[in-house]
């Protein structure tokens, strides 16, 4: 059944019927990904754990005592993989889950539980629903992740009668998955690796028909490490423009991808994004689906109303800065 026909069976159906009494055990499991973080790990699953929901960690071919970590805590299923395959790891925990929803976390953050009550409540009782953001909180001091707030400031008008603000695009380790629509569309592309992976998935979750949405009211701590976010900025790049060449419509396709190379600075990671763009234009293009009219027109009117590159640098700048003070 398409999720827009589960969603008018669904109207009118109290939320509290039954839904608040299944226990969220049941309901959602977290799938963790880890990678080369023995060293901070504990305190985040120490917060996990306490969750009281099952957890699959999918290892992406850690070099350091990461696995063994994981390994000496007591229901924690681990799965460790011979090499890093970047956002794909969390297809195979997907894969490996028994619940009907999945809550994605990375090794530098936790959901606070009664979120996760929220968001399983919100997914049982809108069949349409695919996906949930939550609200990104940085640090000790917590801070409002500027991610946040730009999904809070949605242009995009709520037509489903489904709560929180409209979305077509979400941060990987900071949301709630229904796992049927998830691994419906194919999760993660094992080509795009990291860096901005998640716009393709939303965008494949979007065309088949799933809605997502942002919740101010279900909360995601995140300590950031900053371990590996210089080493993924040519990716990022390099996934940006391939999204836009396999899933825009021509036009939009040609001036969005412009306004992408012109905003980002031309430095070294720039150079190399656009020569790994370029390298794989061959597979991008047999990939290429484009999306109908109007979900390239929504696509169209977040793209004019999100920052700049430099001014949402800045502010995640400002946000990891004063979170190490």
């Known amino acids: 059944m398409a999720p827009d026909t589960r969603e008018a069976a669904a109207r009118g159906k109290d939320p509290r019927d039954g839904a608040a009494e299944t226990e969220l055990g049941e309901r959602l499991t977290i799938v963790l990904l880890t990678y080369n973080c023995a060293h901070r790990l504990s305190p985040i699953l120490a917060e996990l754990l306490a969750l009281g929901v099952a957890i699959i960690a999918v290892d ?120 049927e629509a998830y691994l419906a569309v194919g999760g993660y592309d094992p080509e795009f690796f990291m860096g901005g992976e998640e716009e393709g998935l939303a965008i494949k979750l979007a065309a088949a028909g799933w809605k997502m949405r942002y919740r101010s009211d279900i909360v995601a701590q995140h300590r950031p490490s900053q371990a590996n976010v210089t080493k993924l900025r040519a990716f990022g790049l390099r996934n940006a423009l391939w999204t836009r060449w396999i899933y825009r419509r021509p036009a939009t396709a040609a001036t969005t991808s412009l306004r992408l190379l012109a905003e980002r600075p031309k430095n070294r990671d720039w150079l190399v994004g656009v020569t790994l763009a370029l390298r794989g234009l061959p597979w991008a293009l047999s990939q290429r689906r484009p999306v109908d009219a109007e979900l390239d027109r929504q696509l169209s009117c977040l793209d004019h109303h999100r920052p700049s590159f430099r001014e949402a640098h800045r502010a995640h700048r400002i946000t990891s800065e004063s979170t190490q003070q």
């Open 60 to 179: 992406n071919g850690s070099c350091d005592q990461t696995a063994d970590l994981l390994r000496a805590y007591h229901g924690i299923e681990v799965i460790a993989l011979k090499r890093n395959i970047g956002a794909a790891a969390r297809n195979v925990g997907a894969q490996h889950s028994t619940t009907p929803y999945v809550a994605f976390c990375d090794d530098d953050g936790w959901y606070e539980r009664d979120g996760l009550v929220r968001a399983a409540d919100a997914l049982d009782s809108h069949p349409a629903l695919g996906l949930i953001n939550a609200r990104i909180m940085v640090g000790d001091q917590q801070r409002l992740d500027p991610v946040s707030a730009e999904m809070a400031d949605s242009p995009l008008l709520e037509q489903d009668g489904i709560p929180g603000a409209v979305l077509l695009g979400f941060m990987a380790g900071a949301c709630i998955t229904r796992a």
